[in-house]
């Protein structure tokens, strides 16, 4: 199943690493069926070489040959992006690197692509410069484990330069990188006593040693590590197991599955199972999946996962077949964002024909966004092949909002051109129009459609968090009636969250009928920040209005404020009889089942 470029696995993502760290990136150049010239330089006796058949390559070179990850990820197959970013990294530099990798951090963190990208890049890099590569490692905070063979080959690149590079950092990288390098340099033994020595790592360099038979005796291993420290013990077990793994995964699982801690038992087997995938997916795939469901969840869903890294469609299906809805609930969402978001297209395909309205749903918005990033059109085209009404809304949802962040006026010409454009298009570009030009984003919604005017009471509340006064020259454009009603409440909620006292003394010169209505909401949503200052104002609201501003605090105080002192404390300032009888039954109903005694001041 793996695909190779001169000493590069492509396929077995998770499984790239350990194949990139003992082929140390060799990368000949592969010209038709010539093989590539062996080494000059004899390798450490200790070290393994794995010699490889280069397939003869039929292809035509692209006209310019990408130089960044970015270019690379515009080509169509995730296996067509992986060998370019190998070409890329043949004739790179440290420099280079570092550019590639702050491209790989813009990935999602825990895509396939991102773990490929940044194994491959880091490799290259600590053949070239060892400490740069641990340097780079140390600044981003990187995952230490998915790495730990580029960090022994570091090691193995330099080792006296990376001995002292290691010890002149701070904690905690200076211990956990020793002990790293300690234990994957294997058969190095000059490397691991140097680093024993140097960081009195002597109890970890037995137990890298113990840990090392379980290549010869992985059985034999197991038992012994069963009796390590309970510091010690549970990270041996899963090295170990993962070695078994390579040579007899199904005694490693059975192994694991006799560990009476359920969750050493769960990490174990996530790891068996893990390594079986990449060296014989489809007799683990097949093995895992006649387990049990309910028992052995944490296997299925790692073996799911590790397909899904290379066949999205088929850990899909599998998992849709299972009908396990806890196992469809935790895996389907990352595995619908991660195959939308590297291939849209497939993606929306398998959405279409899948019968199980949730998978839908969950692969609507990574595909609709990804396409729309760079095709908005043919986003909007297959939206509309969708049959249900609500998936179709969400993919033109996901459209429109992707397409503002790109090009905002493009997408409000498509819409102003369209007869009859989707029904909250519109609604879906005001928050980056109002920032790009809000009075331009006004006058382009009032040319719309009467049917589209409600949307402003958006532009105001978008307007408002940047700039009140903008918004409310804006909101002396809106003609009178319901929209200018609603967009009165908009205003005075976005401007109290700046502002409070100056969005309260607006409110009189608003020109609206519901002036008690928006004194109400006002003082409610400034009790959600300040109702010691909230209540401090209340004298400087009109007397005709004042009863309204001392509900919308009593209203907080009963609701988010979960404060009945207050409520209290505001029920006697009221003056309007009716509004005493509102508070005092909503008092009443507060009341009641703590404090019965209490409650009977505000009714029987």
């Not at 299925?300 to 890294?309: C, D, E, Q, S």
């Not at 599998?318 to 935790?330: A, K, N, P, Q």
């Not at 404390?569 to 703590?594: F, G, I, K, P, Q």
């Amino acid at each position: 199943m793996l695909k190779w470029l001169g000493g590069i696995a492509i396929g077995a993502v998770l499984g790239a690493g350990t194949v990139l760290l003992l082929l140390r990136l060799e990368l000949p150049v592969v010209e038709h069926a010539t093989p590539a010239p062996a080494p000059t330089e004899e390798p450490h006796p200790t070290e393994q070489r794995i010699p490889l058949r280069v397939p003869t390559v039929h292809q035509s070179a692209p006209p310019e040959a990408p130089a960044t990850l970015a270019d690379t990820r515009r080509l169509a197959s995730r296996s067509q992006q992986q060998i370019a970013l190998l070409e890329v990294l043949r004739s790179s530099d440290p420099r280079t690197m570092e550019a590639l990798l702050d491209e790989a951090g813009t990935l999602d963190r825990f895509s396939p692509s991102r773990e490929f990208a940044e194994h491959a890049i880091y490799t290259r890099y600590a053949e070239l410069d060892p400490q740069g590569a641990l340097g780079r490692m140390v600044a981003d905070e990187v995952s230490w484990w998915g790495l730990r063979e580029v960090i022994a080959l570091c090691a193995m690149t330099d080792p006296d330069g990376v001995l002292d590079y290691v010890d002149a950092l701070d904690e905690p990288h200076r211990k956990m990188l020793a002990g790293i390098i300690l234990r994957e340099v294997k058969g190095r033994s000059d490397i691991q006593n140097a680093f024993a020595a140097r960081f009195s790592l002597h109890r970890e360099l037995d137990r890298a040693r113990t840990l090392e038979a379980a290549d010869t005796d992985p059985a034999g291993a197991w038992h012994a590590a069963l009796s390590l420290d309970a510091r010690s013990r549970p990270g041996s077990l899963n090295l170990i197991a993962t070695d078994w793994a390579r040579s007899d995964p199904v005694a490693a699982f059975e192994a694991a599955g006799a560990l009476a801690d359920s969750q050493l038992r769960e990490n174990v087997e996530r790891a068996v199972v893990s390594e079986w995938m990449r060296n014989d997916p489809d007799a683990a795939l097949n093995w895992v999946l006649a387990l049990p469901t309910s028992s052995h969840r944490e296997a299925i869903a790692t073996a799911l996962n590790t397909l899904a890294r290379t066949d999205y469609k088929a850990a899909l299906d599998t998992l849709v077949d299972l009908g396990d809805r806890i196992l469809v609930e935790r895996l389907s969402l990352r595995m619908a964002w991660n195959w939308g978001t590297s291939e849209p297209r497939a993606a929306f395909d398998w959405a279409v024909a899948e019968t199980s309205s949730q998978m839908q749903v969950e692969l609507i918005h990574p595909v609709m966004s990804t396409i729309a990033r760079t095709a908005p059109e043919d986003a909007i085209s297959l939206a509309s092949r969708l049959d249900d009404a609500l998936q179709r809304a969400a993919a033109f949802r996901s459209v429109f909002a992707t397409w503002a962040q790109s090009d905002v006026r493009a997408a409000a010409r498509w819409i102003e051109a369209s007869p009859q454009p989707p029904s909250d298009a519109a609604y879906q570009l005001i928050p980056a129009y109002a920032k790009l030009d809000p009075e331009e984003a006004f006058d382009w919604l009032m040319s719309l459609d009467a049917s589209q005017h409600w949307h402003v009471d958006r532009l105001i509340t978008e307007t408002a968090k940047e700039s009140p006064g903008r918004a409310r020259q804006l909101f002396g454009r809106i003609p009178d009636g319901p929209t200018k009603e609603r967009a009165a409440k908009q205003l005075v909620t976005g401007w109290i969250r700046v502002d409070p006292q100056a969005a309260v003394g607006v409110i009189p010169r608003l020109g609206v009928d519901e002036t008690d209505a928006l004194f109400k909401n006002a003082f409610r949503t400034w009790c959600e920040s300040d109702p010691e200052a909230a209540t401090a104002f209340l004298g400087r609201v009109p007397n005709a209005s004042r009863d309204s501003a001392i509900m919308g605090i009593i209203d907080h105080a009963l609701s988010r404020g979960n404060d009945v002192a207050l409520a209290e404390r505001m029920y006697n300032r009221l003056t309007s009889d009716d509004m005493r009888r509102e508070a005092a039954a909503t008092l009443h109903s507060r009341l009641r089942v703590v404090d019965p005694e209490r409650a009977k001041r505000y009714g029987g």
